[in-house]
């Protein structure tokens, strides 16, 4: 296939267009363009290539690393298909400036090995301006000219690679409503994609705005916590000059239907104060310290803090914001965040609830009023109230996290209350919120953390994934109060179920955490230091590479000389114009020998003498060596025997 050098110079100035690499782009453009002028080329061996490929591995392997350095994971794989031009550079180079139409790619990665894997010759030009091509498609710029300029440049390869079976105007046309179908094609896609995806969140929407929440704010689905509790994960740490909070709040919901606690309080932004943030005015009396250090999921997520949380600090927490029941959402975090909160268990937000506290769906509502049925509430007091929803717990009901969803109910909650009336935490805080709203106290359901664990490797408090916990809270004398229901030994429970093991994990988890510690708090220098070391030492291998390769420069007109044939004088042609006589028309692109098989069919010819003449005829246009003064003798002695022999047997009697 041909692939002008000029085709992929414009594809590379393209390819810095959309990526936003123009003068780089400008600078391959010219180096690829300049094999059209510059006369001298490369005289490399296989080998050679081989040593090409290993500089390109170099380069590809020192481009995943610098990218890995510094580029965020998610933006890996797109930044090195973005990258792909520069790094295989060389190999494309090494094809143009030696002339040749296909190369050897292998690699051994610089070392003397007698055996090399590598591929195929293959023409790399192809797939250098596809490539190309694509790595200018993932910026994803989105710009009305992407679109016909791609269109230009395919054209442009068809063009030099048409078939010349038929007319040109065949060719366009074809070409023009192949595109336009394409074109028209992909607009449809993408016209029904926006649709469908619009259709699809309206839908969504409609439907929870009658449940009065938003699927698009937070939420928690029913049996989430549960999941959890099977992993012995380390999510936190908690360090704190004295005993420290055992229970770390982190998501509260207001609305429930079905499976699902869902919630569409906003967040506000929260502006930073003295090197840090005011999540509430501050007390008059100084509170508590506690030092948190918490992996935080895709650098978003919610904040773990103690109740009364008021201040908060952090060099790896950048930007947060809040809601007014003092639930907190960090906006840009690192991926590892240490940071100190201030608390005091005395104060409280001064949000108060609104109907969505104390709203139940119809089909809960009918399932809690069959157990308040016998209750009578109307004469006791709030704490009163609480305490008779504790002991309905206590009584009857155990924890367990082997439970069995909805079993013969309609819901888990139905199977929870009337048939096994043993769940864990989830099951227990959304009965109890749904209770206390039944006999007319505002409530929420709560997620967060129990902080009752010391590490004896690191000397903290430790938070796993199974010690995730649920509960409710009330709003009772004008505060908000948490009410937990789940049996106290829950969290023993789980403990003795424990992997035997985890002491091992939790020394890994530890080094792992030493680690990262290392890297965000010299994220820049880190980066730097490693970014250089890397180049250092992928130029150490490219000169090493590039000394071992042979590069004799040789004349571009040597090459194209090399390539023409001078026209030789050989006895054979005089035979073939002699066999044109005998009325048997040779077919295009015939075989000679099969041609002079089918003349032998009608009339008689000394086939064998004219395969040794043919044989010799190939020898001497062939035979880099040539024929030999005693061969060229035989040919000419051989052709002027035949020719006689045959002009004698023509004559006329």
């Known amino acids: 296939m041909k692939i002008p050098p000029l085709l992929m110079s414009v594809t590379l100035v393209f390819w810095g267009v959309e990526s936003g690499n123009l003068i780089v782009s400008i600078v391959i453009a010219l180096l690829l363009g300049s094999v059209l002028v510059v006369p001298t080329r490369l005289n490399l061996s296989d080998d050679d290539f081989v040593r090409v490929s290993d500089l390109t591995s170099v380069i590809f392997l020192s481009a995943v690393v610098l990218i890995m350095l510094n580029v965020k994971k998610v933006l890996f794989l797109k930044t090195l298909v973005l990258w792909m031009p520069v790094i295989l550079l060389p190999l494309i180079l090494a094809q143009l400036y030696t002339g040749r139409e296909k190369i050897i790619i292998g690699t051994r990665l610089g070392f003397r090995k007698k055996e090399i894997h590598k591929h195929d010759p293959l023409d790399f030009r192809f797939y250098y301006f596809a490539l190309s091509l694509f790595s200018a498609a993932i910026p994803n710029s989105r710009s009305p000219l992407f679109f016909p300029v791609v269109g230009l440049l395919v054209f442009w390869i068809l063009f030099e690679n048409r078939s010349r079976s038929f007319p040109l105007w065949v060719f366009i046309t074809v070409f023009v409503g192949a595109l336009g179908f394409g074109f028209v094609t992909f607009k449809g896609a993408e016209v029904v994609h926006e649709y469908v995806r619009y259709k699809t969140r309206m839908f969504f929407r409609g439907y929870y705005f009658s449940q009065d929440a938003d699927p698009f704010k937070s ?129 409280s937000n001064e949000d108060v609830p609104s109907h969505r506290n104390v709203s139940i769906h119809p089909e809960e509502d009918k399932l809690i009023g069959q157990v308040t049925s016998g209750w009578k509430v109307d004469n006791l007091s709030e704490v009163e109230k609480i305490a008779l929803i504790r002991k309905y717990f206590a009584d009857d009901f155990t924890y367990s996290i082997d439970v069995s969803g909805q079993g013969d109910f309609e819901t888990p909650l139905e199977n929870f209350l009337f048939g096994n009336k043993s769940g864990y935490c989830e099951q227990f805080a959304t009965a109890t919120a749904l209770l206390l709203r039944k006999i007319g106290i505002p409530s929420r359901y709560v997620t967060g953390f129990v902080v ?91 000169i090493k590479i590039y000394r071992r390769i042979n590069s004799e420069r040789i004349d571009a007109a040597s090459i194209v000389k090399a390539r023409i044939f001078d026209e030789i004088d050989s006895p054979l042609y005089a035979i073939e114009k002699q066999l044109m006589e005998f009325g048997v028309p040779r077919y295009r692109k015939e075989p000679f020998l099969t041609w002079v098989e089918r003349i032998q069919q009608r009339h008689t010819l000394e086939v064998e003498k004219i395969k040794q003449i043919y044989r010799l005829h190939q020898k001497l246009r062939f035979d880099p060596v040539g024929l030999a003064t005693q061969d060229r003798n035989s040919l000419k002695a051989l052709s002027e025997s035949w020719l006689a022999r045959v002009k004698d047997h023509r004559k006329p009697s």
């Not at 004008?478 to 994990?505: C, H, K, Q, Y």
Request: glycine share 6%; aromatic share 12%; no cysteine.
């Open 219 to 347: 939420k928690l689905s029913f049996g989430t916590i549960g999941k959890l509790k099977s992993s012995g994960d380390i999510l936190l740490r908690v360090e704190a000059s004295n005993a420290g909070p055992t229970i770390l709040r982190q998501a509260s919901y207001e609305m429930f239907n079905q499976y699902t606690w869902y919630s569409n309080e906003p967040f506000a932004h929260v502006g930073v104060s003295r090197f840090g943030w005011d999540l509430m005015a501050s007390p008059k009396v100084t509170g508590s310290r506690a030092r948190i250090e918490y992996y935080l999921p895709k650098e978003q997520g919610l904040l773990p803090q103690p109740y009364g949380s008021y201040r908060l600090t952090g060099p790896t927490i950048y930007e947060i914001e809040q809601k007014r029941d003092g639930i907190t959402k960090i906006i840009d975090g690192a991926s590892l965040i240490s940071y100190d909160i201030f608390y005091n268990s005395k104060l």
């Open 452 to 542: 009752e664990e010391k590490s004896k490797i690191e000397n903290k408090y430790i938070v796993r994934d199974r010690h995730a916990h649920a509960w409710s809270e009330a709003y009772v004398g004008g505060r908000w109060v948490m009410v937990d229901t789940t049996p106290a030994d829950w969290f023993a429970l789980e403990t003795a179920n424990r992997p035997r093991l985890e002491i091992l994990s939790d020394l890994f988890a530890y080094i792992k955490l030493k680690i990262d510690h290392f890297r965000i708090r010299t994220e820049q220098n880190y980066e730097l230091v490693l970014s250089i070391l890397t180049v250092l030492l992928a130029l150490i291998l490219v």
